[in-house]
């Protein structure tokens, strides 16, 4: 079965840099999309910056111009540099895949991977790591 197992959180000074691993195992389909969410306290969560297995980006606003997602070669590791970190962007930091059943077509499934990134798309989450920018 899917799993993700995030990496690289910690504690940084505004401005400095960080860059989260999301490390995929027992994923066959070379078509997902995988997100990056964060959720801090008090607030709902959201989602941060996407990628397909194709390579096409979504970054959210908030982010745009400071993180960048990428993936290795063989897909099963996705990133995220986060430079330039504020302390809004502190947040308990999620990867997640999306579900491979709930799509009719595949340009379908990368335009919600990449257009308004709908967390209930996602059936597959890691438990998280935490980023605390002071």
């Known amino acids: 079965h899917v799993q993700l197992v995030e990496s690289g959180g910690g504690s940084v000074q505004t401005g400095e840099s960080l860059t989260l691993s999301c490390v995929i195992s027992g994923n066959s389909d070379s078509s997902r999309c995988v997100a990056w969410f964060r959720q801090a306290p008090g607030k709902e969560r959201e989602a941060v910056a996407s990628?397909?297995?194709?390579?096409?980006?979504f970054s959210a606003p908030a982010v745009k111009g400071r993180f960048t997602i990428s993936q290795a070669n063989d897909k099963d590791t996705v990133y995220l540099q986060m430079n330039n970190l504020l302390p809004e962007d502190s947040a308990m930091y999620y990867c997640?895949?999306?579900?491979?059943?709930?799509?009719?077509?595949?340009?379908?499934?990368?335009?919600?991977?990449?257009?308004?990134?709908?967390?209930?798309?996602?059936?597959?989450w890691g438990q998280g790591t935490q980023v605390t920018v002071s």
């Open positions: 997640a895949r999306d579900r491979g059943d709930i799509w009719n077509t595949g340009a379908g499934r990368i335009r919600a991977c990449i257009r308004g990134v709908d967390e209930a798309n996602f059936g597959f």
């Open positions: 990628i397909t297995g194709g390579g096409s980006t």
